[in-house]
C-alpha cells in the first residue's frame, strides 16, 4: 500500500485531475483515520502507526496542488475488527478537513460504519460507481449517491463529504455524436483570488512571479489587487534587494513588511521585517511581541548532523521548516539570534495574556496548514506557528499539521529539555519535557 502510495503521489505533478479511492478496513485512533492493510498485525494503538497508513499523510500532498481537481473517497468505516482492544468512541473514522482543491468523501457520517453490501462492492460504492456514469456534477454525484445509500440502508448509513474543490467536474459527459466513448473528467476551471497590502521600506522595482507590477519608493504602502490563490513570489530590485514567497488565501489580504535597511541591526520599535541568514542567504521573517524580537517562521538551516525535513521531504523544510535535535538546536540560529530559554518563552507567553489564551494568538489561523478545529487561531501576535510535527530516534515522523513543537534552550537533566507544545485542538500553550534526542521546529530569539 505504501508503495502505490508512493507512485501516487510521485505523479500528482503531472495531472490535472487524482482521485484516491480506498474500500476496506479502516479506524481511527485519537482523532486521527487510519487504513488497514490486510496484512497488518495490530495488536495495540501503538501498532496502528506502524501497520496501517495515516490517511492524514495521504491527503496532506494535495495542499501542494490547489488548482488541481483532486478527490479522496473512503469506503473504509467497516465493522471493528479489533474489539479486544479498542472499547468505546473509536467507531469508525473522525471528520477531517480537505486541503484546498480537493474533496473528501466518507462511506458514511463520522463515528459510524458502513453496510458491507450484497454484491461484490459495499452499498456506498455501489451507488456511487451508478451515480459517477450519469451526466452531473461531481457535487450532484455524491447528493444523490447519499440520497440513496440512505433510502437503501433505512437511515443507519449517511454518507457525508467535505469540499474546498474551486472547479466544476464530471466525471461522465454525454456522448457526443460520432463517439462511442464519454468524455472523462472534464474540468472547468475556476480561478479564486486574493489580495496583497505591501509595506516597504526601501525603494526599486516590485516584481511579482517575475513580471514588473511598479516603481515603489521607502516607507510607502503598495496595494496589490486580484492574485490568485496559491504561493507567489514578491521581488523589490533596487538599492537593497528583498524577496519573500507568500500565500495568497481565497478573498483575504495578505499584509506583508519588507525588511528595514540594515536589518540584522533592526530598530526595535518597528513591528515587523525580514532579515537574510548570511550562512544560505535564507530570507526569515521577524516580529516585535513585547519588545522581543522572534523570527515568525521555522528555522530553516540545514546542518551537517542533527536536523531532517519532515518525512525526509524538502518541500516540508520550505513550509514548516526542520526538525532539530536539542544539540544541534542549540546552536543552529544564525549570529545575533539564539535558542530561546524557558524564560524567553515565559516571558512571550505573559505578554499574550497566559497559557490558556496563548496558543490561539500564536497559531496561523484557518486549516490549509493546521488540521481539525484548529481551536482559537487568530495569529494576532503575527508569531505565525506553523505544525511541523516531531521525529523521534526511530527516524519516525509524526503529528505535521496537528502539533508545533519548539526546543527551549533550558534543560532538565542529562536526557531532557524544556519545549514548549502548540495543539490544533486547544486554545492553551503546554511546556512540555523533550528527550534531547528527537526532533522539534526551532524559533530564533534575537539576542539583546
Known amino acids: 500500500?505504501?508503495?502505490?502510495?508512493?507512485?501516487?503521489?510521485?505523479?500528482?505533478?503531472?495531472?490535472?485531475?487524482?482521485?484516491?479511492?480506498?474500500?476496506?478496513?479502516?479506524?481511527?485512533?485519537?482523532?486521527?483515520?487510519?487504513?488497514?492493510?490486510?496484512?497488518?498485525?495490530?495488536?495495540?494503538?501503538?501498532?496502528?502507526?506502524?501497520?496501517?497508513?495515516?490517511?492524514?499523510?495521504?491527503?496532506?500532498?494535495?495542499?501542494?496542488?490547489?488548482?488541481?481537481?483532486?478527490?479522496?473517497?473512503?469506503?473504509?468505516?467497516?465493522?471493528?475488527?479489533?474489539?479486544?482492544?479498542?472499547?468505546?468512541?473509536?467507531?469508525g473514522f473522525a471528520a477531517m478537513s480537505a486541503p484546498g482543491g480537493t474533496l473528501i468523501a466518507f462511506a458514511t457520517s463520522p463515528g459510524s460504519t458502513a453496510a458491507d453490501g450484497t454484491g461484490s462492492n459495499g452499498l456506498y460504492t455501489e451507488k456511487l460507481s451508478q451515480q459517477m456514469k450519469i451526466n452531473q456534477r461531481i457535487e450532484d454525484v455524491f447528493i444523490n449517491t447519499r440520497v440513496a445509500v440512505q433510502k437503501t440502508s433505512g437511515g443507519n448509513q449517511i454518507p457525508q463529504e467535505w469540499s474546498q474543490l474551486t472547479g466544476k467536474f464530471y466525471f461522465t459527459q454525454a456522448t457526443l455524436k460520432g463517439q462511442d466513448k464519454p468524455l472523462i473528467g472534464t474540468v472547468e476551471k475556476v480561478i479564486i483570488y486574493g489580495n496583497i497590502e505591501l509595506t516597504t521600506y526601501i525603494s526599486g522595482v516590485l516584481y511579482l512571479d517575475g513580471k514588473r507590477i511598479t516603481s515603489v519608493s521607502a516607507n510607502t504602502k503598495v496595494p496589490i489587487s486580484r492574485i490568485s490563490t496559491g504561493i507567489h513570489q514578491l521581488e523589490i530590485i533596487g538599492d537593497e534587494n528583498w524577496n519573500e514567497n507568500i500565500t495568497i488565501n481565497k478573498d483575504q489580504t495578505t499584509f506583508i513588511t519588507t525588511g528595514i535597511k540594515g536589518s540584522l541591526s533592526t530598530n526595535e520599535l518597528a513591528r515587523s521585517g525580514t532579515f537574510t541568514d548570511p550562512r544560505d542567504n535564507k530570507n526569515y521573517k521577524w516580529?516585535?511581541?513585547?519588545?522581543?524580537?522572534?523570527?515568525?517562521?521555522?528555522?530553516?538551516?540545514?546542518?551537517?548532523?542533527?536536523?531532517?525535513?519532515?518525512?525526509?521531504?524538502?518541500?516540508?523544510?520550505?513550509?514548516?521548516?526542520?526538525?532539530?535535535?536539542?544539540?544541534?538546536?542549540?546552536?543552529?540560529?544564525?549570529?545575533?539570534?539564539?535558542?530561546?530559554?524557558?524564560?524567553?518563552?515565559?516571558?512571550?507567553?505573559?505578554?499574550?495574556?497566559?497559557?490558556?489564551?496563548?496558543?490561539?494568538?500564536?497559531?496561523?489561523?484557518?486549516?490549509?496548514?493546521?488540521?481539525?478545529?484548529?481551536?482559537?487561531?487568530?495569529?494576532?501576535?503575527?508569531?505565525?506557528?506553523?505544525?511541523?510535527?516531531?521525529?523521534?530516534?526511530?527516524?519516525?515522523?509524526?503529528?505535521?499539521?496537528?502539533?508545533?513543537?519548539?526546543?527551549?534552550s533550558t534543560e532538565l537533566n542529562i536526557d531532557i529539555a524544556w519545549g514548549r507544545l502548540l495543539y490544533y485542538g486547544s486554545n492553551d500553550i503546554y511546556r512540555y519535557e523533550y528527550d534531547k534526542s528527537w526532533g522539534y521546529s526551532v524559533r530564533c530569539i534575537k539576542d539583546q
Open 1 to 91: 500500500m505504501g508503495k502505490a502510495i508512493l507512485d501516487f503521489w510521485r505523479n500528482l505533478a503531472t495531472y490535472k485531475v487524482a482521485l484516491f479511492y480506498y474500500a476496506g478496513h479502516g479506524m481511527q485512533v485519537n482523532g486521527t483515520n487510519f487504513l488497514i492493510p490486510v496484512d497488518a498485525q495490530i495488536e495495540d494503538r501503538l501498532s496502528v502507526e506502524i501497520e496501517a497508513i495515516d490517511v492524514n499523510k495521504v491527503v496532506e500532498k494535495f495542499e501542494y496542488y490547489p488548482e488541481n481537481i483532486n478527490i479522496v473517497i473512503l469506503d473504509a468505516c467497516r465493522n471493528n475488527p479489533f474489539r479486544t482492544w479498542m472499547r468505546g468512541g473509536m467507531r
Open 287 to 408: 516580529i516585535n511581541i513585547g519588545n522581543q524580537i522572534w523570527m515568525a517562521e521555522n528555522l530553516n538551516y540545514k546542518t551537517e548532523n542533527g536536523s531532517w525535513c519532515y518525512d525526509n521531504n524538502k518541500i516540508n523544510c520550505k513550509i514548516y521548516g526542520r526538525l532539530y535535535n536539542w544539540e544541534t538546536a542549540k546552536n543552529a540560529c544564525p549570529t545575533r539570534w539564539h535558542l530561546p530559554s524557558y524564560a524567553d518563552w515565559s516571558r512571550l507567553i505573559d505578554f499574550l495574556g497566559g497559557l490558556s489564551v496563548a496558543s490561539g494568538k500564536m497559531k496561523v489561523p484557518g486549516l490549509l496548514y493546521w488540521k481539525g478545529s484548529n481551536t482559537g487561531a487568530t495569529n494576532e501576535s503575527g508569531f505565525s506557528a506553523l505544525p511541523g510535527g516531531s521525529r523521534n530516534f526511530y527516524n519516525s515522523f509524526s503529528g505535521m499539521g496537528l502539533y508545533a513543537y519548539f526546543w527551549s
